[in-house]
């Protein structure tokens, strides 16, 4: 058994945990009101109603949803406040936002839209204190075991899509460069348990339907001035390579035509054995990227990540995709050995010239056993040292 965490999951390395969570606290609520628990059909949900408004359900550590006021009707509100009630306000970008083009430095912090207590900076504001220009972060695509996208607990799309605009206007308004990982999640995953990739039988029509979606996030994004997106981070991992070669083509042409920050991937490194581009030795097709997300969390640097990374390089170089940057770096336990770990790192940073281009270093969520975090540890010196 694998433990559900409000970030993600070493892919790489010898001892790896599951896959990330993103969002999770959205679509899989389940705690207590007080002293007594809820039971997961009755589990209040974003924009369902409620009845005394201050009550509140709290899951530890993840946030609590609050009865609250909203058009005059009392509904369970998320820790940003929102409900599930869509407004042409909270679609609304700020004002005055501009896209950045220098190097991005900071963390990749998959759980940070929603929880961001989860992860070692508890704000956007003190990433960017800390000296810190950048977050990695992943938007939660929920679908159900039909093969269709859910966004019911959510309100509905459109409101899913507001909610998302609010939290990704945020991060641009204190100051930060935004990355992006769309992320697929079945809406009835248990928690503490890794959901895994979806089943096969669906995922061509679960494909479709994010092909679908595509149009719509790629226009909110645009107006939140995002600078980096990957329609399916580590897509070969949930929907398998063969899929994740035919369709992320299709969805980075769709992507374009809207947004005009950089279009990327971000490959799953995998391990001999797992079905992933390396451990296949299939080459990726990058066809109209802008950019190159490499994942190394291999503390050790090991040959076969190397290999498997320097063939992913190598692909892009081939493909003719202009920029390679660190989009996470580092592994989720915290190493045996740090110095070893630490100068593995910095040497994966200049063997794909990273300095120039960017480093987003893995910030794991605290809830997870012996997680390795950014603030105050090694990590942190080693990106304040490239800032």
């Given at each position: 058994m694998k433990f559900r965490n409000m970030g993600r999951v070493a892919t790489n390395g010898p001892a790896g945990w599951g896959a990330c969570i993103g969002m999770a606290i959205a679509l899989s609520i389940s705690g207590a009101s007080g002293a007594q628990a809820v039971s997961p059909s009755a589990q209040p949900q974003p924009g369902a109603s409620c009845t005394k408004a201050g009550d509140t359900f709290t899951v530890p550590g993840r946030g609590t949803l609050t009865c609250k006021k909203v058009k005059g009707k009392l509904v369970w509100t998320t820790p940003d406040g929102a409900s599930g009630t869509a407004s042409a306000a909270s679609c609304k970008a700020p004002k005055g936002l501009t896209r950045s083009t220098v190097r991005p430095i900071g963390t990749r912090a998959p759980a940070f839209l929603l929880s961001p207590e989860e992860h070692s900076y508890g704000s956007a504001a003190a990433i960017k204190a800390k000296g810190f220009n950048a977050i990695n972060t992943s938007i939660l695509i929920p679908y159900n075991a039909k093969g269709e996208l859910d966004f019911d607990r959510q309100g509905g799309k459109a409101a899913w899509l507001c909610r998302l605009s609010s939290q990704i206007g945020a991060l641009k308004k204190a100051g930060l460069q935004v990355l992006i990982e769309g992320e697929l999640q079945a809406v009835d995953s248990p928690r503490g348990v890794e959901p895994g990739p979806v089943p096969e039988g669906i995922r061509a029509r679960i494909a479709q339907q994010v092909t679908e979606l595509m149009p719509d996030l790629a226009k909110m994004l645009e107006r939140n001035k995002v600078e980096y997106f990957a329609p399916l981070g580590e897509s070969e991992k949930w929907i398998g390579v063969d899929l994740t070669q035919s369709t992320y083509p299709t969805w980075v042409s769709i992507v374009k035509q809207s947004f005009k920050g950089k279009v990327f991937a971000q490959i799953f490194t995998g391990v001999p054995g797992q079905q992933a581009f390396g451990p296949l030795g299939l080459t990726p097709n990058l066809t109209g990227l802008d950019a190159l997300g490499i994942v190394?969390?291999?503390?050790?640097?090991?040959?076969?990540?190397?290999?498997?990374?320097?063939?992913?390089?190598?692909?892009?170089?081939?493909?003719?995709?202009?920029?390679?940057?660190?989009?996470?770096?580092?592994?989720?336990?915290?190493?045996?050995?740090?110095?070893?770990?630490?100068?593995?790192?910095?040497?994966?940073?200049?063997?794909?010239?990273?300095?120039?281009?960017?480093?987003?270093?893995?910030?794991?969520?605290?809830?997870?056993?012996g997680a390795q975090q950014v603030e105050g540890s090694w990590p942190e010196t080693l990106l304040l040292g490239l800032s």
């Open positions: 190394f969390g291999d503390w050790s640097c090991s040959a076969n990540s190397l290999a498997y990374t320097d063939a992913y390089v190598a692909a892009a170089k081939a493909q003719s995709v202009g920029t390679i940057l660190l989009s996470e770096l580092g592994g989720v336990t915290i190493p045996p050995d740090t110095a070893a770990a630490q100068a593995c790192m910095l040497s994966i940073v200049d063997r794909y010239g990273a300095r120039t281009t960017g480093v987003l270093f893995m910030d794991n969520s605290k809830s997870m056993p």
